[in-house]
């Protein structure tokens, strides 16, 4: 078995498949924490985890003018300055079970907590990439990432990201050793993970084994096949994966963490508090998050909570992590039953549509519509 030297998980953590490990957290875990507890950051495994001694570790770096680079876990801590970012990362598949109920998709059936923040630290890819050679007016567009981590075939994880992104002074792409002050645990990458912040989770490839500067985006199934958004016509039997580009940024997103779907809500106690999260890729600041609890009919504006009070906001288009949002509201005179909604804005002011089935894709991807949660209110 594979699978059989895969650490030990959380117990309280979801289970969407064992082998390989796919999980996410009660989702009320997500909303009290800014920063995700790594035990409870969802995992997201296509493989079996990948033991790696990092006595032995190399990144292999290829596609540079001067020929490839080799270098060891030691080089990367000792020859580079250390860089930390607070990012959240999103699967494509958050919320794919939403979908699902519009009509069968394909994938796992992730519940709202598909996404989870931390603090990375390790070396700069832009730092690395010029120290081994890189010049920029060359002909490389894409940066490919290839995981250390193996089918039967022996084909690894792979992917790639623009060039642009990958050596921008404002891209923040990490190849990360640490996750939240300790070094990455093996489930998350260890020894180390390309954290691309900004970027649909797929794109930020763990136990990194080589980077490939090229023409080519990655030719993996990932890239290629895989994590792209069609039309709600687009069927099986359709579909053509080289028509639609491969996702990269993710469109704005929110939802429901508390109170949970199907909660009772005591009359006596007169109000409701509501809470959830809200992130949009590419940098772009969630601005505003309205909050209805009459199905979107009326709406109230839900107080925003971002990192630490003393920590600086981001610097505009640098916003990588999610904002906690929270509102506590009179409960409605007489109303039975609560339709909660939430909806974020960012700061390009995209919106989130308010449905899914105009979104709905067979993958099951980019799920983004307004959450909704119901609650009875008990007399
Ligand atoms: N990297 C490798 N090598 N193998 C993988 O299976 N899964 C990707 C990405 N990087 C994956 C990978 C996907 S689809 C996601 S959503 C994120 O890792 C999940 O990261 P996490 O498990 O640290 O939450
Ligand atoms: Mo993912």
């Known amino acids: 078995d594979p699978y059989s030297t895969d650490p030990p998980r959380h117990p309280a953590l979801r289970v969407n498949s064992q082998k390989p490990f796919n999980g996410e957290p009660p989702s009320e875990i997500l909303s009290e924490n800014y920063i995700t507890p790594t035990a409870f950051f969802f995992k997201r495994n296509h493989l079996p985890v990948p ?33 930390t970012v607070t ?66 075939t022996g084909t690894t994880y792979g992917a790639s990201i623009p060039l642009g992104k990958a050596v921008s002074e404002e891209g923040d792409v990490l190849l990360a050793y640490e996750m939240n002050g300790e070094d990455l645990p093996a489930d998350h990458g260890f020894p180390l993970r390309v954290v691309v912040p900004g970027t649909v989770g797929a794109r930020n490839v763990k136990w990194l084994g080589k980077i490939i ?22 069927d099986w039997d359709t579909v ?28 006596s106690m007169e109000e409701v508090t509501v809470k959830g999260y809200a992130w949009s890729g590419g940098g772009r600041e969630v601005v505003r998050v309205d909050v209805s ?22 610097p505009p288009g640098r916003a990588w992590a999610w904002k906690l949002w929270e509102l506590t509201a009179p409960l409605p005179e007489d109303a039975q039953e609560l339709e909660i909604v939430c909806k974020a804005v960012d700061s390009s002011y995209n919106v989130q549509p308010d449905s899914m089935a105009p979104i709905w894709n067979l993958r099951g991807v980019l799920s983004n519509a307004w959450h909704r949660v119901r609650v009875t209110v008990n007399e």
């Open 87 to 152: 990012a959240t990362l999103q699967c494509a598949g958050n919320r794919r079970s939403e979908m699902n109920k519009v009509k069968q998709v394909k994938g796992l059936n992730w519940g709202i907590a598909a996404i989870s923040n931390a603090t990375w630290s390790g070396v700069l890819l832009r730092d690395v990439l010029l120290d081994a050679g890189y010049k920029s007016g060359g002909t490389a567009k894409h940066v490919q990432f290839e995981g250390l981590d193996k089918d039967v």
């Open 240 to 267: 053509d994966f080289k028509s639609a580009p491969a996702i990269q940024e993710l469109p704005v997103q929110s939802a429901i963490t508390q109170p949970a779907e199907g909660a009772v809500v005591d009359r």
């Open 293 to 314: 609890l009459d199905g979107g009919r009326t709406w109230q504006v839900a107080k925003l909570r971002g990192g630490e009070e003393d920590e600086p906001p981001p």
């Open 51 to 83: 033991k790696v001694d990092p006595a032995t570790y190399r990144l292999e770096i290829e596609g540079l003018p001067n020929g490839p680079v080799s270098l060891s876990l030691e080089d990367l801590k000792s020859r580079f300055p250390k860089h």
């Open 213 to 234: 500067l090229s023409e080519e985006e990655s030719s993996s199934h990932w890239q290629q096949n895989d994590y792209k958004g069609f039309s709600p016509s687009t």
